[in-house]
């Protein structure tokens, strides 16, 4: 996917309109620097999961520190997510927010799952998009 492919501009009047990395799910997301915290919010059919807004950035930052491919690491909030994952970077207390991106207890997960589209869509990041143990990288 680039850039060009994406539909939206990541406004809650103009939703990103993305897939998850497999590409087997359709979601909209959109930046809400209005919300209290400020918010990516991910809209997946009718559930809406919020993450901090940093999130964006933060990911990237830890990616281009990273150097390298990090899995992805998909799991919802009730399963433990794996050390070296982007999940597991989501929920760790070293990360800059000191644990879960996601605000929402019970929708806190699929970090891995919904934040990567959103780096790829803007450009921040190459995502792999196989049936599943997919990668990504900063750019």
Not at 58 to 72: E, F, I, Q, S, T
Request: charged share 25%; with cysteine; hydrophobic share 35%.
């Amino acid at each position: 996917m680039t850039t060009d492919d994406v539909e939206g501009n990541g406004t809650p009047d103009d939703p990103w309109q993305l897939l998850t990395p497999p590409g087997t799910s359709r979601f909209e997301a959109y930046r809400d620097p209005e919300a209290d915290p400020p918010a990516l919010v991910v809209q997946v059919g009718k559930t809406q999961l919020r993450y901090h807004l940093a999130c964006i950035d933060d990911l990237h930052a830890m990616l281009v520190a990273h150097g390298d491919w990090m899995p992805l690491g998909n799991a919802d909030e009730q399963k433990p997510a794996k050390d070296g994952t982007v999940e597991g970077w989501g929920r760790s207390e070293l990360n800059p927010v000191g644990g879960w991106y996601g605000f929402k207890k019970g929708l806190r997960g699929r970090f891995g799952s919904y934040v990567p589209p959103v780096l790829e869509a803007l450009g921040l990041a190459e995502v792999e998009h196989g049936p599943r143990n997919n990668r990504m990288r900063a750019i």
